[in-house]
C-alpha cells in the first residue's frame, strides 16, 4: 500500500526535522506531505529544505496565511486522493502523536476504512496535561458522543488513519467545518456512511517544543460547531 502522511504546520520549526526522522525511522516507504500555513517562524522554509534533501519522500504544500487546520487537512488529502495514495494519515508535528504508532495503523487498517488513535480506548492516556485540560477534553468527547451518537471513546483525536476510499466516500470536499471541530466531523461522516472504524490505544504526550494552539476560546467554538455540524446532517 502506497501510503502518505499529512502534516499541517504552523511555527512548528523546532520540532519539524525530528518529526519527519521518527516518521520514516518507524514506517520507512512512508512519504509526507507537510502543509505549511506561511508560518512566520520558517517552518516552510525548512520544509523545503527537507524536501530538497528527501524528493522522493517529502513533499511540501504552502499556502498564504493561516487558513485553519480543517482547510490545511482538505489540500493535504486532496493531494493524496489526485496522487493515488493507498493510505493517508492525519496527524500533529510536534510529537503529540507519536510515530511508533504507524505500524499498528497500517496494520489495522488492511481490514477497517478507519483507524482512529484514542486517548481514552483504554482508560486515560495522556501525559503532561494539568486536571483542567483533561476534564475539558474528556467533557468535549462526552458531548460530541451525546451530540452525534457516535460510539467513540475519543471523538476529537486528530491521530487517524484512511483508506482512500473512506476519503472518497465521506467527501472531503463538502466537509464545512473547520478548526477543530473538523476532527469530530470526519468522524462522523465515516460513521454516518457505516465505515468499518476501529479505536487502537495511543499515548498522547503534550508538545516537546514550541506553543500549543489549544485554548479556552476555541473549545468553546467548538462547542457551537458540533451542534451546527449535527444539524446540518
Not at 499529512?6 to 502543509?35: Q, R
Not at 493517508?88 to 488513535?117: C, N, T, W
Request: glycine share 6%; with cysteine.
Amino acid at each position: 500500500m502506497r501510503s502518505l502522511v499529512v502534516l499541517p504546520t504552523y511555527n512548528e520549526l523546532e520540532n519539524l526535522s525530528a518529526i519527519i526522522e521518527s516518521i520514516h525511522e518507524h514506517a520507512p516507504d512512508t512519504h509526507v506531505l507537510i502543509v505549511d500555513d506561511n508560518s512566520p517562524d520558517g517552518t516552510g522554509r525548512l520544509a523545503d529544505e527537507l524536501s530538497a534533501q528527501h524528493p522522493d519522500r517529502v513533499f511540501v504544500l504552502h499556502r498564504e496565511g493561516k487558513r485553519g487546520l480543517g482547510a490545511a487537512y482538505v489540500d493535504g488529502f486532496n493531494f493524496a486522493l489526485a496522487r493515488d495514495y493507498d493510505v493517508i494519515v492525519q496527524m500533529d508535528a510536534d510529537f503529540s502523536h507519536d510515530p511508533k504508532y504507524l505500524v499498528d495503523f497500517f496494520e489495522k487498517i488492511r481490514e477497517h476504512d478507519v483507524v482512529i488513535g484514542s486517548r481514552y480506548v483504554t482508560g486515560i492516556s495522556v501525559v503532561n496535561w494539568d486536571l483542567k485540560r483533561l476534564i475539558l477534553s474528556q467533557a468535549a468527547s462526552a458531548y460530541v458522543r451525546c451530540i452525534t451518537g457516535m460510539p467513540l471513546t475519543d471523538t476529537t483525536t486528530g491521530f487517524k488513519c484512511w483508506r482512500r476510499e473512506a476519503l472518497e466516500t465521506i467527501g472531503v470536499d463538502n466537509l464545512a467545518s473547520n478548526g477543530y471541530v473538523f476532527l469530530a466531523e470526519m468522524s462522523y461522516r465515516a460513521f454516518r456512511k457505516k465505515l468499518r472504524m476501529i479505536e487502537v490505544p495511543i499515548i498522547f504526550v503534550e508538545r516537546r517544543l514550541g506553543r500549543s494552539k489549544m485554548d479556552l476560546g476555541i473549545m468553546i467554538e467548538g462547542l457551537w460547531g458540533v451542534l451546527r455540524m449535527r444539524l446540518r446532517r
